[in-house]
């Protein structure tokens, strides 16, 4: 099961079925199964508290993935979105905010799946994977 915490007012069309089928569909294209995935969406100083807390890092981030998968194949976790990250990203990327939302949660999804995006050759693989299943996600109508 997939469900969404904190949808921030920016996010009030957000398209949750849309987007619940479609990373129900990336899992499945990677071979795995959705277990219980939580997205909590928060503002920078929520999600900087948990970086220092459980990661030791102190430094702001988009998306901090905890997995909580018990199996190998079957993917849970709980994936933690900073909506001011995503929105000064998306205008970095010259993209439209539910884009840049749309590609972070790919992103933990790919997380919690078993990819990294330390060095460079999983950052590739990473972004690679992201461009590629952004492709099969239509936000034409959202």
């Not at 900087?48 to 702001?60: P, V």
């Not at 539910?98 to 992103?107: C, K, Q, Y």
Request: overall charge neutral; charged content about 30%; hydrophobic content about 35%.
């Amino acid at each position: 099961m997939i469900r969404f915490s904190g949808l921030p007012k920016t996010l009030k069309n957000f398209p949750s079925d849309l987007f619940k089928q479609w990373l129900k569909e990336v899992v499945c294209k990677e071979k795995f199964s959705v277990g219980d995935i939580f997205y909590i969406f928060c503002d920078d100083d929520y999600l900087i508290e948990i970086n220092k807390k459980f990661l030791n890092h102190d430094n702001y981030t988009d998306i901090i993935t905890f997995s909580t998968s018990k199996k190998n194949n079957i993917i849970s976790g709980e994936i933690y979105i900073s909506i001011e990250r995503v929105k000064e990203n998306s205008k970095n990327r010259k993209d439209t905010f539910i884009s840049e939302v749309a590609r972070v949660m790919v992103h933990g999804i790919l997380h919690l799946m078993g990819y990294g995006d330390h060095a460079p050759d999983e950052k590739n693989e990473m972004r690679q994977k992201e461009n590629n299943y952004l492709s099969l996600l239509s936000l034409k109508n959202s």
